[in-house]
């Protein structure tokens, strides 16, 4: 069974610049979650989504942060304009109901110059 | 926001040695989770204890968590050197339907 792909893994631009960020989770697994992870610190969460609906997103700055689940399966998370303070790691994470586990992706890797 | 606090924040031993990393939290749980994370990698999940449960086991690692204290201790014993990653605690509050917030995380070295 395939996991949690995400892409890219890597991104560099510059400030200003768009950018986004594509997950696609385990099959079956109806809630995902985007964190954001800073260089030793753990995953903060930015937005849930359950199916195509997101249940909260308090913590997703959404001046410059959108993000988008349509169909209920992949999800896209864009920020537009980056600013310095944006680079991290991306994390994706889909929840398995029947164990309670989270199951993450790799992560994209964004730096900001 | 982060939910919890690990502590230490970097632990390093020789290894043989058991490592133990704890964390602490604030709100009602409905459980708390341990998750792994090897540099540059997405985090893996390692055990699962419930609000109603005390301790549990998996191989060499021992959970145990104090609901009224609101803390959680993993214990990984006979450490080996592919044990060398950051752990981090997350809980699923109470009422939230699924919210999971992880903590701070613990650095933890094996010497070969």
């Known amino acids: 069974e395939a996991g949690v792909v995400q892409s890219p893994r890597y991104k560099i631009i510059e400030k200003k610049q768009p950018v986004a960020f594509w997950c696609n989770p385990i099959s079956g697994h109806n809630t995902l979650y985007w964190y954001r992870q800073n260089l030793g610190q753990g995953p903060e969460l930015l937005i849930r989504y359950e199916n195509e609906e997101a249940v909260d997103d308090s913590q997703l700055p959404k001046d410059r942060f959108s993000a988008e689940r349509l169909k209920g399966v992949d999800s896209t998370l864009k920020i537009q304009p980056a600013e310095l303070g944006d680079s991290a790691v991306y994390l994706c994470a889909g929840y398995d109901r029947n164990t309670g586990e989270l199951f993450f992706g790799e992560g994209s890797r964004l730096t900001v110059l | ?112």
């Open chain 2, 1 to 112: 926001s982060q939910q919890g606090e690990e502590d230490p924040q970097a632990l390093s031993i020789q290894e043989g040695e058991n490592a133990t990393m704890n964390c602490s939290y604030k709100t009602s749980i409905n459980n708390l989770q341990w998750y792994r994370q090897n540099s540059g990698r997405g985090l893996v999940h390692l055990i699962l204890i419930r609000s109603n449960e005390r301790e549990k086991h998996s191989g060499r690692l021992r959970v145990t968590l104090d609901t009224s204290k609101k803390s959680s201790s993993l214990l990984i014993t006979a450490s080996r050197a592919a044990d060398t990653a950051s752990y981090f605690c997350a809980t699923d509050l109470y009422n939230t339907g699924n919210q999971f917030y992880f903590g701070t995380g613990t650095s933890l070295t094996v010497i070969p």
